[in-house]
């Protein structure tokens, strides 16, 4: 290629410095390279004030600007003319010699092509690049472009080779000359092109950030130096793409946000006009748009130094309210980014608080799991970055519908209970912060799931008391843990060791099956052994066939079951456990299959029958920590709990590990212990070291002879003179554990029984809770002196007697400390005699049937058995619930419960409609736990149907999940046991309709057949069974039950066959549950799957000949009953109402009152939010209990308008809105004078005592009784007619009036208070919503969110479907905005409380 030869410049002469030749193309490279050279020190050693010499030098300046020059092959000829050239610009500045924009622009180029030179610091020519870029950036001899027109080419030109060459090989001169350059040609231009900034912004791409980043550190550098003259440039880039949309004005665009990211983090300022852009594309109709920019977003403000959330408040609120955005990874990237902003801003907690609690009940699954990880991960890495507020939205969660949510929630508690509880990192205040977790996390126990179940027990064996600890430190953790439970987690705890206990039975016995003779009767014997332990299993689907593959490995392997056996084994130690497993499981992987769900179920069950807290060395531990704390020298204090609470905790501790772990107890040194705390005073824990020795002393009287001779004067005096539960505990103690046990309680028995003295009635009690267990557990031996004893002192001197006067406080129940001793005597007197009985077991004597007709004395004059009116109301409702549960303890067993007559058997159903509410929930628990454990008849389960009636929500509540459980488990019995097919009469939970229905037939309330509120009754009794029976229309279920009422028309009533009105009566209760069958059915009408067999004990053979298909109500019932005409709204005590159409509900609006929910419940959480009705009801825990003459004061609150984010739901008062009532309402009870006192109890206004005392409503009989003896009834014949019975708990006599005219006064109250409330003025009226979802089969059925603060009081939450039956209360309007209710008495004299 020919290069133009070098011509003198404008024709002037060349002049060369000395000692330089002429510069010509005839010279060689070499040459060339050497002549320049000096040129080149030459204009180095020039400066700016040589006159002279730059006149002298300008031709050689201009010439050494030609074309020979800059386009020369060899590089270091270049360089060094660009060296020329750059001390020429330096010499001659301000002001080039070079007048040609083209050949300015030529030189630039030149020059900036010479800088890649810079790339090699290794090259030997590098000093010459450095001192070029050195002299370019001193003089910033560029800015001489700023004249040319295209002069944007040249310093894009600049920027990408300044870029592209930059180097960590690169010192900080370099950098900085760099930085110089290009800083002075940004500062001092007239703007930033689009290229030009695309040429620096290009460096922040992450893809070339990766590529180099000394070029990213570089531009990063560069911009923050020059922010205030590039950022406007830089918003109107931002304003093109974000605003504009015009993404061509630049090849960057798609990487705006990954641009703004990197500029934030250089400098904020760079984007003070780019950040109300973000807030518009917040609001952008894109999904995928907005996800990008909150992407973005999250990064700027969750920053470790980001203030931007302070500095741009609009637009952090904006970002806020994006948590709520319908687009489902939106909401999703927001909750992630809360993790990281609650760590690096503590300050931005508050302002996120709110929207996580809404983000925590996302329907989204993967939103609420994100929630608790973004919680969890900020509390794991210092506590206080996380309020309370934020870990009880993790609370809540452990009760979610989802597992994954749940597994989540539970595990990150279980994580920060162990960091900052158990190891203490953060001091006492954290460690109190999470002291609730470990009770929450028991309590998670009670839930259904086995899978909830498995992870606590998990969670109790790695984090609450980790089972490596050394034995000595476990059992401290354990002792202070059990020490610190509430009384919830407590019984949780226990109930975890029974299921573990019990598991390992069920091994233990599959195990003893193996070394048993194969046969069929073994074969089916095995495999409902391994049915019950699929059932403790998670998935029971899948654990039954790998627990089938199981058992043939354990038939197949004999060592495996040798390793077995030694697991459950009762001496097996932990240490030997832990071995056990490992054992097992590497018998059973294979490894060739890296996941094995084989081998994950054995895991699942080893690690549920493995001993890994509790063995003899354990037992050992406990036995010193508790001797410490009564010794004083524990850590008691420091631990949170008091001596006290440590020593009876720890027994009761013990005593739970008496019944698991017996064989673990046995050695001198612990049983001395429980010797030295048999003597304290704390009776407690008296009666927890009696049990353990009754639950662990099988070996005693053998091997510890010493144990024994101090022990038996010990159980002696507490069977004497102990504490009832201590004599109860001795008795059994001595039954147990000694041989000559006869002789024993023959030296209780005596003394005991020749002591007793009705004067007395205080020193009765211990002697006989004492009797009654000797004589329950060795009825032979004290027959004949027992029959003396019940007899002349139990019946005839104690029970028919009353000695001392009762108080007359007005009140139904009092608190034991206000009962009296003889009532409390006549109570034991009551299970002493059933003892009596139970131990006998047989009616040869007839003592039953004598015990059961004292019993329903009881009842029928209503616990005051002597009728003298000596005993006070509250003593009266003991005795009348010791004889309901007397009657209940006795049809457990079947000798007794075939004597048990229908109307015994009615008699003892009232008394869940008892007027006194401990009595009817007493009653009720106590009904539920013999039904749960299928001890007492089927016909029992029908008592439930009665709780209808009652007026608190928490009670209706309570029965029907009571129903609920009851049908779930003689079902799956059923299912488990395939013998339970020949019995399905007493098992089959639809078998409950006919004795339902022979109950409400025989149900006091129901007198006149015709009467639409006594039918509505009914029919709600029916519904609350039928609802629970007809949940599922399991084997065509509905029409099973359709096929048994129509049985029951074709037979007779066998209590009283003879009687039409009796019948009719049966009839009619059978056309309501028709009309409840039809009308919430839809799978009704087909056939049967079996023809029903009635109970011959309530109906006689039915009469195939005529079939009876009358309907026997009027037109008008059946009309009203199908419509479903809701009953008049009540403002108190309301229950559900009549549905109106199959699976409808009609929409009612009335007045909220009151809350299910605890006083410290969030009322917007779905807890709160979610009642079963919304009509108004006295809290359970609110009630003033069983007072006379009730007037309760309730606030009236609009219902609030529900948030837009969150389902609607019902709201409801919170229990701060809520004025507590004073007072009570009482089933069927009479509007009376106060009684004397009672004006204590009331707490009324003086100004409203005229009010209260207006209108006298006129007295109605009272819950129906039988009617006594003639001769009794002649007597209450004389007494005045027109006075008022005190409460309505008299007896019923067979007075003149006959029940039709009661009647008549009674409806004729209702309608009247019928007509008080249509008055009522419409204001009252609150808009209340409820959302009502339809199933396939038209049911009513919601779908209920786990919440952390579902309790007892909020299990109306679960009755979804049930109907009313309560009455109208009156209502006014008082002054303040109060509405004053007045509540009438219940139907027919059933007299209960709210």
Known sequence: ??????????????????????????????????????????????????????????????????????????????????????????????????????????????????????????????????????????????????ELEDCNEIFIQLFRTLFSVINNSHNQKVQMHMLDLMSSIIMEGDGVTQDLLDSILINLIPAHKNMNKQAHDLAKVLLKRTTQTIEPCIASFFNQVLVLG???????????????MELFAIDPHLLLSVMPQLEFKLKSNDGEERLAVVRLLAKLFGAKDSELATQNRPLWQCFLGRFNDIHVPVRLECVKFASHC?????????????????????????????????????????????????????????LDKRWRVRKEAMMGLAQLYKKYCLHAEAGKEAAQKVNWIKDKLLHIYYQNSIDDKLLVEKIFAQYLVPHNLETEERMKCLYYLYASLDPNAVKALNEMWKCQNMLRS????????????????????????????????????????????????????????????????????????????????????????????????????????????????????????????IEGTADDEEEGVTPDSAIRAGLELLKVLSFTHPTSFHSSETYESLLQCLKMEDDKVAEAAIQIFRNTGHKIETDLLQIRSTLIPILHQKAKRGTPRQAKQAVHCIHAIFTNKEVQLAQIFEPLSKSLNADTPEQLITPLVSLGHIAMLAPDQFASPMKSVVANFIVKDLLMNDRFPGGKNGKLWTPNEEVSPEVFAKVQAIKLLVRWLLGMKNNQSKSANSTLRLLSAM???????????????????????????????????????????????????????????????IFALKLHKALGKLLLPLEYMAVFALCAKDPVKERRAHARQCLLKNISIRREYIKQNPMAHEKLLSLLPEYVVPYTVHLLAHDPDFTKTQDIEQLRDIKECLWFMLEVLMTKNENNSH??????????????????????????????????????????????????????????????????????????????????????????????????????AAGRRPQDRTTETGSNISGNSDPSSPAANRGREPNSEVPETEVSENEENPVILLTVVPAKTEKKDEPVRNKEMSSEQSLPPQTSTERGKKRTAPAAGSENIQHIPEERKSEESAAPVPPKARRGRPPKVVSESNTAKNADPNKTAGRGRKRVTASQEGPAEAETTNVKVSKQQETNVKRAPAQRQMDLQRIQVLDSDGYSVMELESTPESSAEELDLFKSCESSQNEVDNTKLAEGGFLKVRRKSMPKGRRQRL
Not at 362 to 384: C, F, N, Q, Y
Not at 859 to 864: A, I, K, M, Q, W
Request: aromatic letters at 6%; charged letters at 25%.
């Open 1039 to 1140: 029409a099973f039950i359709r096929k048994m009422v129509e049985n029951i028309k074709q037979t007779k009533d066998a209590q009283a066959p003879d009687d039409g009105k009796m019948n009719e009566k049966l009839y009619i209760v059978c056309d309501v549950a028709l009309i409840v069958i039809t009308n919430k059915s839809t799978t009704y009408n087909l056939d049967s799957p079996k023809d029903p067999v009635l109970p011959t004990k309530f109906f006689t053979p039915p009469d195939k000949d005529s079939g009876n298909t009358k309907c026997y109500l009027s037109d008008e019932a059946k009309t009203l009953l199908l419509t479903g005409k809701p009953k008049p709204a009540t403002v108190l005590g309301a229950v559900n109402k009549p549905l109106s």
């Open 342 to 398: 609650l760590m690096n801003h503590p300050d931005l907690a508050k302002d996120l608080t709110d929207y996580l609690k809404v983000r925590s009940h996302d329907p989204e699954e993967a939103i609420r799991h994100d929630v608790i990880v973004t919680i969890i991960t900020a509390g794991k890495k210092d506590l206080s970055l996380v309020n309370d507020q934020l870990l009880g939205f993790v609370r809540e969660r452990t």
């Open 506 to 629: 069920h091994v233990r016995e599959l195990l003893d099956l193996h070394k048993q003779p194969a046969s069929e009767a073994n074969n089916t014997a095995m495999f409902a052994k391994l049915m019950a332990i699929a059932k403790n299993l998670p998935d029971p689907g899948k654990a039954q066939d790998f627990m089938k593959k199981f058992n043939q490995v354990l038939g197949d392997d004999e060592r495996l079951r040798t390793q077995l056996e030694l697991l459950i084994s009762p001496a097996c130690s932990c240490k030997q456990a832990e071995i056990c497993v490992r054992e097992i499981t590497r018998k059973l992987a294979n490894p060739k299959q890296p996941t094995n769900p084989f081998l994950e179920m054995v895991k699942f069950l080893l690690e549920r029958i493995a001993p890994v807290h509790i063995d003899s060395e354990a037992i050992s531990s406990l036995v010193k920590l508790m001797n410490k704390s």
């Open 246 to 260: 015009k993404s061509s004005v630049s090849d960057l665009s798609e990487h705006v946000f990954d641009l703004i």
């Open 859 to 921: 009842l029928v004059s209503e616990g005051d058995l002597t009728e003298q009116k000596k005993i006070s109301k509250s003593d009266m409702s003991r005795l009348r619930l010791a004889a309901g549960c007397a009657i209940l303890k006795l049809a457990q067993e079947p000798c007794y419960h075939e004597i048990i007559t229908p109307e015994q058997f009615q008699l003892c159903a009232l008394v869940i409609n008892d007027e006194c509410y401990q009595v009817r929930q």
């Open 1 to 146: 290629m020919a290069f133009p030869q070098p011509k003198p410049a404008d024709g002037k002469i060349i002049i060369y410095p000395p000692g330089v030749k002429e510069i010509t193309d005839k010279i060689s490279n070499d040459e060339l390279v050497k002549r320049l050279k000096m040129v080149v020190k030459t204009f180095m050693d020039m400066d700016q004030d040589s006159e002279d010499e730059k006149q002298q030098y300008l031709p050689l300046a201009l010439h050494l600007a030609s074309e020979f020059f800059l386009r020369n092959p060899n590089k270091d000829v270049r360089l060094l003319v660009a060296c020329c050239l750059a001390d020429i610009f330096r010499i001659y500045a301000p002001e080039a010699p070079y007048t040609s924009h083209d050949k300015l622009k030529d030189i630039f180029m030149f020059i900036t092509r010479q800088l890649k030179g810079l790339e090699d610091t290794k090259s030997p020519q590098f000093n010459r690049y450095f001192y070029l870029l050195e002299n370019l950036a001193w003089v910033k001899s560029y800015n001489i472009c700023f």
